[in-house]
């Protein structure tokens, strides 16, 4: 199985990660700080810019597609408790809320 390389652009600090691993436990073992709420898909508080390739993360699911919709925010971003990578490379790149 092939690992998974997630990069937090802000802080420059990447770490590859099993598929399946959802990007708030990445930035974990990234040493990365992430402000987060419910972790269960619902609050938005770990809401945040994301580039990938369409195939490297997992469809957002219920309820993190309505949450993401309830809160506007464009194509490109994702809950970080909820988005699991698949594959290749992913790219996170801020704070929805804030840039």
Do not use: I
Not at 24 to 32: E, I, K, Q, Y
Not at 64 to 83: F, N
């Amino acid at each position: 199985m092939d690992l998974v390389e997630v990069a937090f652009v802000a802080s420059g600090k990447t770490v590859f990660v099993q598929p399946g691993t959802t990007l708030l436990a990445a930035a974990g073992l990234a040493g990365v700080e992430v402000t987060t709420g419910c972790t269960r898909g619902m609050c938005g508080t770990d809401a945040a810019h994301v580039a990938a390739p369409a195939d490297a993360l997992e469809p957002a699911g219920e309820p993190e597609r309505g949450t993401l919709d309830r809160m506007g925010l464009a194509h490109g971003c994702r809950l970080l408790c909820s988005a699991r990578v698949r594959r290749g490379r992913v790219e996170v790149h801020g704070d929805a809320l804030l840039d």
